[in-house]
């Protein structure tokens, strides 16, 4: 590993969330290396969705600083979109576009915001279906795909906008158990690939496999940030041994 | 029938202003469907107020009115404004076609406003997350991913502002614009025979209104293309 490969990509420091009167997060402090891999796990409620929706400002964070790839999250538009374009995110409910079929999903951003030639950005899309197993779908639209598919055409989304980071918000939460392990096993490909990922998830078996640290959050705190083996074997607060006790 | 006869090429051009007409209202009661329903569900109160005032207004005052008094509003201003240039101004006004069309569309517009509201309102906001998460522009986000969702859903509605303002177009004969209204008024004064002149105009525009219709269920087919086959 060369010397960028260790600097943060990610950094949020002190970061305070608020909805109203209720703290949705609490200082939290985190740094993601590029090609790390972070698991977030934790109760709902516990502002794991918040924290990383803040981190593309889908959310707006009251006080502390986020910085993604040397930039901070400001209210600045330029700056934002330009983060935007460097993250991707991947949502419990797809959110695929009903009007537009699985290709054209892919393709409106690189038209929109890559700037990208109409057969140019066909062929991209379709290398990234491809990727995802499911170039046969593709002139299809969402709702005629089963739930697994559309969440693969929408980490398909994600990845062919190339960005440096990738968030996934419970991204098997809404699916039928027969359809988790493909959605997981594109995830541990990307992994494999040296992607930059953050991801929630209830999965411990994918946790265990892919991650290198783990980050376990509670009423809006980091509660434990341990490398994995020793998050499982050896954890520190009571709070992430009864967690972890309930999900095994 | 020889009056019909003598009276076919004025009715013929009465009716292409009267598509005219409709579809030059269309495209603005469009934009100030779409321009009130944005400003309606802005967080601007100022633009609530403005758009809550528009839809007051321009829903609860006859149509009939609407046109009269922005014509002739509009003609009194004008001449007035002519009048500190040039005293020796008569009359200045706006083409009645112009007028009337923007009158329509004002009136058409605040309907549309409601309805295009609504409509988005019930777009899935994850799906407008999911946009701006790509790096689409608030723009973009709106014209290719707002419009096209709330479309289906204000379409039925829709349907119905498309025949008011293809029927109020008959309105307009009353500023003096020469469509088949005004025509057949014409007509009725020479031949003496109301009802059939008056007649044809039905006819006419029940056939432009079957068009509209049918149009419009081919419109709401297309755009549930893509519920068809769901899973």
Not at chain 1, 99 to 110: E, G, K, P, R
Request: net charge negative; charged share 20%.
């Amino acid at each position: 590993m060369n010397e960028s490969d260790q600097k943060p990509i990610i950094i949020l420091e002190d970061v305070c969330k608020f909805f109203g009167d209720f703290q949705a997060l609490r200082n939290i402090n985190l740094q993601v290396k590029k090609g790390e891999r972070v698991v977030v796990c934790g109760p709902s409620g516990s502002g794991k969705s918040t924290m990383i929706r803040c981190i593309n400002r889908l959310e707006e964070h009251d006080s502390g600083k986020i910085f993604v790839d040397g930039r901070e999250l400001t209210s600045a538009v330029k700056d934002i979109d330009a983060v935007r374009r460097e993250v991707g995110m991947v949502f419990q409910s797809f959110n695929l576009f009903p009007h537009l079929t699985a290709i054209n999903n892919l393709m409106l951003a690189l038209k929109l915001v890559r700037k990208t030639k109409k057969s140019e950005a066909r062929e991209i899309a379709m290398r990234f279906l491809e990727r995802v197993h499911i170039p046969e779908q593709a002139d299809k639209y969402p709702s005629q795909l089963s739930g697994g598919q559309q969440q693969r055409v929408a980490i398909a989304r994600a990845l062919c906008m190339n960005p440096e980071v990738m968030l996934f918000d419970e991204p098997t939460s809404a699916l039928d158990p027969e359809m988790i392990s493909e959605v997981l096993d594109v995830m541990t490909d990307l992994a494999n690939e040296g992607m930059t990922m953050i991801v929630i998830t209830h999965e411990m078996g994918f946790a265990r496999n892919v991650a290198d640290n783990i980050v376990f959050m509670d009423c809006g705190q980091i509660v434990e940030m341990k490398p994995t083996d020793e998050f499982f074997e050896n954890p520190e607060s009571e709070r992430t041994k009864l967690f972890l006790e309930q999900i095994l | 029938m020889s009056d019909l006869i003598a009276w076919s090429d004025d009715y013929f051009w009465g009716a292409m202003v009267v598509l005219k007409i409709f579809a030059v209202s269309l495209v603005m009661a469009v934009a100030f469907g779409l321009i009130g329903a944005t400003a309606k569900l802005s967080k601007s109160s100022i633009a609530n107020k403005i758009a809550s005032a528009y839809t007051i207004v321009f829903r609860g005052v006859p149509e009939l009115l609407v046109i009269l008094i922005f014509y002739y509003g509009s003609a009194i201003t004008l001449t007035s404004i002519g009048r500190v240039f040039y005293p020796q101004t008569q009359f200045i006004d706006i083409a009645p076609f112009w007028a009337g069309a923007f009158a329509i569309a004002l009136i058409v517009g605040s309907y549309a406003t409601e309805t295009f509201r609504g409509a988005f309102l019930g777009v899935d906001p994850g799906i407008v997350e999911a946009a701006r998460a790509l790096g689409l522009s608030n723009l973009h986000t709106f014209f290719y991913v707002r419009v096209p969702q709330m479309w289906r859903l204000a379409l039925p509605s829709f349907g119905n502002h498309m025949l008011s303002l293809m029927k109020d177009t008959a309105l307009i004969s009353i500023i003096g614009l020469e469509e088949i209204v005004y025509v057949a008024e014409m007509a009725t004064a020479v031949t003496l025979k109301p009802f059939t002149m008056y007649m044809i105009v039905a006819l006419i525009y029940l056939s432009i209104t079957t068009v509209i219709t049918l149009v419009m269920m081919a419109l709401e087919k297309h755009s549930n293309r893509h519920l068809e086959g769901a899973l």
